[in-house]
Nanobody, 117 residues
Framework: QVRLVESGGGLVQAGGSLRLSCAAS????????TGWFRQTPQKEREFLAS????????SYANSVKGRFTISRDNAENTVYLQMNSLKPEDTARYYC??????????WGRGTQVTVSS
């Protein structure tokens, strides 16, 4: 079973950047599609970005396209989310998730991102 641990969250001013990491342990992670999501108490969970197992195919939500970049380093069993030009509305708890076949069925516990205005 793959286990995921997110890190890199924190407090940043609007316009700033953060890089989130999703470190995997357990089974081989390199065969999994991995995605980043976020959620606030007021909103449903929102898909942000995904990357396939080899890293040559990515997908982004319109809300973050051009500002966020997903990447992965399979040698390090880690997926990253580079977040630039952050806005207060990006404040949320950010989660990574992995899917071996279809649905995302492995989730981390999340990391909090707070963007001040």
């Amino acid at each position: 079973q793959v286990r995921l641990v997110e890190s890199g969250g924190g407090l940043v001013q609007a316009g700033g950047s953060l890089r989130l990491s999703c470190a995997a342990s357990g089974r081989t992670f390199s065969t999994y599609t991995t995605g980043w999501f976020r959620q606030t108490p007021q909103k449903e969970r929102e898909f942000l970005a995904s990357i396939n197992w080899s890293g040559d195919s990515t997908s982004y939500a319109n809300s973050v396209k051009g500002r966020f970049t997903i990447s992965r380093d399979n040698a390090e069993n880690t997926v990253y989310l580079q977040m630039n030009s952050l806005k207060p509305e990006d404040t949320a708890r950010y989660y990574c998730a992995a899917a071996e076949h279809g649905a995302y069925d492995i989730w981390g516990r999340g990391t909090q991102v707070t963007v001040s205005s």
